[in-house]
């Protein structure tokens, strides 16, 4: 029992982290991929430029007809079930988990095309592959979240409820 609690904190403030990553860096930083730079502040602009450098992300810096699309989806996919989550994480509503799975999901085939092309092609750093497969990390815990249940009330409760389903796994 403390060991599937002690999970679901972790996992909980693992997504959490997550969730608010991506509301944060979609309509930042991510979208200077997409939208012209004019209608970011300059110091978004300057930081944007300095992690192109920084990590030698040329995914940024070159921007390639794929990743355009990519800074799409998550502008308008992710970014939205980032948002979702985290209104139902304050607001405890019972569709959490859903909105988690969503994004995991939707997250994990933006980054299988980002982390094959980094792999495939040669040109990302360590660094940069590092940090990629950090933000998959992530996106794991916050699939496992969607996978497990919202809270184990009500496992429990069910349990109670069903005495007669009880029985029979333990028969």
């Known amino acids: 029992m403390r060991a599937l609690n002690l999970i679901m904190k972790l996992?909980?403030?693992?997504?959490?982290?997550?969730i608010l990553i991506i509301a944060l860096e979609a309509p930042t930083i991510g979208a200077q991929v997409i939208l012209p730079v004019y209608l970011f502040p300059k110091f978004l602009t300057d930081f944007t430029k300095w992690y192109a450098g920084e990590f030698g992300n040329y995914l940024i810096a070159d921007k390639p007809f794929f990743?355009?699309?990519?800074a799409w989806v998550h502008l308008l996919v992710n970014w939205p079930l980032s948002i979702l989550s985290l209104y139902a994480l304050v607001a405890k509503k019972h569709w959490f988990s859903t909105t988690c799975l969503a994004l995991?999901?939707?997250?994990?085939?933006?980054?299988?095309?980002?982390?094959?092309?980094?792999?495939?092609?040669?040109?990302?750093?360590?660094?940069?592959?590092?940090?990629?497969?950090?933000?998959?990390?992530?996106?794991?815990?916050?699939?496992?979240?969607?996978?497990?249940?919202?809270?184990?009330?009500?496992?429990?409760?069910?349990?109670?409820?069903?005495?007669?389903?009880?029985?029979?796994?333990?028969?």
């Open 11 to 18: 996992t909980n403030a693992i997504s959490l982290v997550f």
């Open 104 to 171: 995991g999901f939707s997250f994990l085939s933006v980054m299988a095309a980002i982390l094959g092309e980094l792999l495939g092609s040669g040109r990302a750093s360590r660094q940069l592959i590092i940090f990629y497969f950090a933000f998959l990390g992530f996106d794991f815990f916050t699939i496992l979240k969607g996978l497990l249940p919202i809270s184990l009330k009500i496992t429990y409760s069910f349990e109670k409820e069903h005495p007669a389903l009880n029985q029979k796994k333990m028969s």
């Open 67 to 70: 990743i355009l699309g990519i």
